[in-house]
């Protein structure tokens, strides 16, 4: 779309580097088991498959996330398994690595809302991609659904 389009554009004139085919590769080789280590453009992520529960919606905790300044690296990314199935579990592991690499460039020229908006409006187009290319058309509808969800829990 052309609005993707600008904010690649956007993107180049930051300086901040998506390298699809890099982060492609890498998400392809992670494996999404509980402490499995990746790097994508010299960050360190972590994986850390969970359990989303009732609690944690009413606490308003989206069931895939990143959080930064690990202990163990750069970023933690968690999945809730039981909420993601297992063949829907790159593509959301590609968006969540993509989104904490982007914030992190756009936090240097926006205010922290933006960087958040424009982290995860770029990170949805490439998921959806990497969804696109790897599941057959019936599983890419169910993981827009699938999307859709997991946004909703972070519009409550």
Excluded at 26 to 44: H, L, M, N, P
Excluded at 54 to 65: I, L, M, V, Y
Excluded at 109 to 135: C, N, P, Q, S, V
Aim: charged share 30%; aromatic share 14%.
């Amino acid at each position: 779309s052309r609005r993707f389009i600008n904010y690649v554009h956007n993107l180049r004139n930051m300086n901040v580097n998506v390298d699809y085919a890099e982060l492609k590769k890498a998400i392809d080789g992670a494996k999404v088991s509980y402490g499995y280590q990746f790097e994508y453009q010299e960050r360190t992520f972590n994986i850390f498959p969970h359990k989303h529960t009732r609690q944690n919606e009413k606490d308003g905790e989206n069931p895939a996330f990143w959080q930064d300044n690990s202990s163990l690296g750069d970023y933690d990314i968690y999945i809730a398994t039981n909420l993601v199935k297992k063949k829907f579990r790159k593509p959301v592991l590609l968006h969540e690595t993509l989104e904490a690499f982007l914030q992190e460039g756009f936090c240097k020229g926006f205010d922290k809302e933006t960087a958040i908006d424009m982290a995860h409006k770029i990170a949805t187009e490439y998921d959806k991609l990497y969804a696109r290319k790897t599941l057959n058309g019936e599983l890419f509808e169910e993981y827009l659904q699938l999307r859709k969800r997991l946004t909703g829990f972070l519009a409550r």
